[in-house]
């Protein structure tokens, strides 16, 4: 196995560029959206009824394009969140759009201090923890992990196709890093949706149009799959002090306001405050995108690659019973994944 070089990597790629909150840079390299140049047909086209329902409707205040690089052992990833110009996104840590085919994939590693949550858009993926647990998801299921203390596992394609999905981190509050860790496991066919004009939603986490998910999520937090046909429109409201952003998925669509230059796939928008996203598919493709929001934690945020603890003591402490197998790490001593 190549697991070796890919702990290494799990941490050299990490060590380059620690997020410590207290020092990251905010703002940096993103192009902030009154810089795009307006699309004067889309923007005095009025076809579409109605601006957005709110009393203060959230608007776009960043807009990165995910662009390709290499992750793990030999998979491809679009790391949006988490990487240098969306850093301080409280509570979420990193959001990968990843696309693995075998032998690639993401072999034995740890992770302690927060939650990852697997949704799979095409093909399926294996997981195996060092505590015997062992599940394959296909398109359109989740896996919303809690690593807490500790968990030690592997995640590899089950397809000899394209396997692809979004990868989720979100961070969790200093009283529950410790935890035990925890699977909530939702099929595709478990996942509530509902309908109405044009609009579909699927309700990862949350509620949307009525339906409500049944995952408990420890940090606050909403996870929202919509596809709006051509000429429909969403509105969806979100609690006011939370952190939120979507990821587009496929399609194109007015975020925001009306007069919003669109924006397409694997691009990440973050929103501000308020307290709602209006959205308009006024494309001739379905839209599709991800809204995810959460309950920001308010604390220092200090990580070393698959470990996200509140200081640098409880990172060399993580690192300490990661190596010598204790604190929730007792079963590293052994363990290996099978193939
Ligand atoms: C990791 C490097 C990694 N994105 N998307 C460093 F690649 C990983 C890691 C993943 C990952 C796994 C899946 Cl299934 C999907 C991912 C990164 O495993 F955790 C660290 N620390
Ligand atoms: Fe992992």
Redesign the pocket.
């Given at each position: 196995m190549r697991a070796a070089a890919?702990q290494k990597?799990?941490?050299s790629?990490?060590h380059k560029n620690p997020t410590l909150a207290s020092a990251v840079i905010k703002g940096g390299l993103g192009s902030s959206v009154s810089d795009f140049p307006r699309n004067i047909f889309r923007a005095s086209c009025h076809t579409m009824s109605q601006d957005s329902q709110f009393e203060s409707p959230r608007t776009v205040v960043k807009k990165v394009l995910a662009k390709q690089q290499k992750?793990?052992?030999g998979?491809t990833?679009r790391?949006s969140i988490g990487r240098m110009e969306l850093r301080n996104l409280d509570p979420f840590l990193?959001l990968?759009e990843?696309y693995?085919s075998p032998p690639a994939?993401?072999p034995d590693?740890p992770?302690r201090g927060f939650e990852?949550v697997?949704y799979m858009l095409q093909g399926a993926?294996t997981?195996q923890d060092f505590a015997g647990h062992k599940g394959t998801i296909g398109t359109g299921d989740v896996q919303w992990m809690t690593a807490g203390r500790g968990i030690i596992h592997s995640?590899?394609p089950a397809t000899d196709g394209v396997n692809k999905?979004?990868?989720l981190?979100i961070n969790l509050s200093s009283r529950d890093k410790m935890i035990e860790p925890r699977y909530q496991e939702l099929p595709s066919e478990d996942i509530p949706t509902a309908e109405a004009d044009g609009v579909e939603v699927r309700v990862i986490a949350g509620e949307s149009m009525g339906v409500r998910s049944p995952v408990y999520t420890r940090t606050p937090t909403m996870y929202l799959d919509f596809t709006l046909k051509p000429r429909a429109q969403a509105h969806q409201p979100i609690p006011e002090d939370w952190t939120a952003f979507l990821y587009v998925i496929e399609g194109e669509g007015l975020f925001g306001t009306l007069n919003s230059p669109p924006a397409g796939a694997h691009n990440v928008l973050v929103l501000g405050k308020g307290d709602g996203l209006s959205v308009w598919n006024n494309g001739s493709k379905p839209l599709r995108f991800v809204l995810i929001a959460g309950q920001p934690l308010h604390e220092p945020v200090v990580q070393y690659?698959?470990f996200v603890m509140n200081s640098q003591a409880q990172i060399d402490q993580a690192i300490d019973d990661y190596q010598y197998a204790k604190n929730g790490f007792e079963m590293a001593k052994h363990w290996r994944s099978q193939s």
């Amino acid at each position: 196995m190549r697991a070796a070089a890919f702990q290494k990597s799990l941490v050299s790629l990490f060590h380059k560029n620690p997020t410590l909150a207290s020092a990251v840079i905010k703002g940096g390299l993103g192009s902030s959206v009154s810089d795009f140049p307006r699309n004067i047909f889309r923007a005095s086209c009025h076809t579409m009824s109605q601006d957005s329902q709110f009393e203060s409707p959230r608007t776009v205040v960043k807009k990165v394009l995910a662009k390709q690089q290499k992750e793990g052992e030999g998979a491809t990833v679009r790391r949006s969140i988490g990487r240098m110009e969306l850093r301080n996104l409280d509570p979420f840590l990193m959001l990968d759009e990843f696309y693995v085919s075998p032998p690639a994939g993401f072999p034995d590693h740890p992770h302690r201090g927060f939650e990852t949550v697997t949704y799979m858009l095409q093909g399926a993926f294996t997981h195996q923890d060092f505590a015997g647990h062992k599940g394959t998801i296909g398109t359109g299921d989740v896996q919303w992990m809690t690593a807490g203390r500790g968990i030690i596992h592997s995640e590899m394609p089950a397809t000899d196709g394209v396997n692809k999905g979004l990868q989720l981190w979100i961070n969790l509050s200093s009283r529950d890093k410790m935890i035990e860790p925890r699977y909530q496991e939702l099929p595709s066919e478990d996942i509530p949706t509902a309908e109405a004009d044009g609009v579909e939603v699927r309700v990862i986490a949350g509620e949307s149009m009525g339906v409500r998910s049944p995952v408990y999520t420890r940090t606050p937090t909403m996870y929202l799959d919509f596809t709006l046909k051509p000429r429909a429109q969403a509105h969806q409201p979100i609690p006011e002090d939370w952190t939120a952003f979507l990821y587009v998925i496929e399609g194109e669509g007015l975020f925001g306001t009306l007069n919003s230059p669109p924006a397409g796939a694997h691009n990440v928008l973050v929103l501000g405050k308020g307290d709602g996203l209006s959205v308009w598919n006024n494309g001739s493709k379905p839209l599709r995108f991800v809204l995810i929001a959460g309950q920001p934690l308010h604390e220092p945020v200090v990580q070393y690659g698959p470990f996200v603890m509140n200081s640098q003591a409880q990172i060399d402490q993580a690192i300490d019973d990661y190596q010598y197998a204790k604190n929730g790490f007792e079963m590293a001593k052994h363990w290996r994944s099978q193939s």
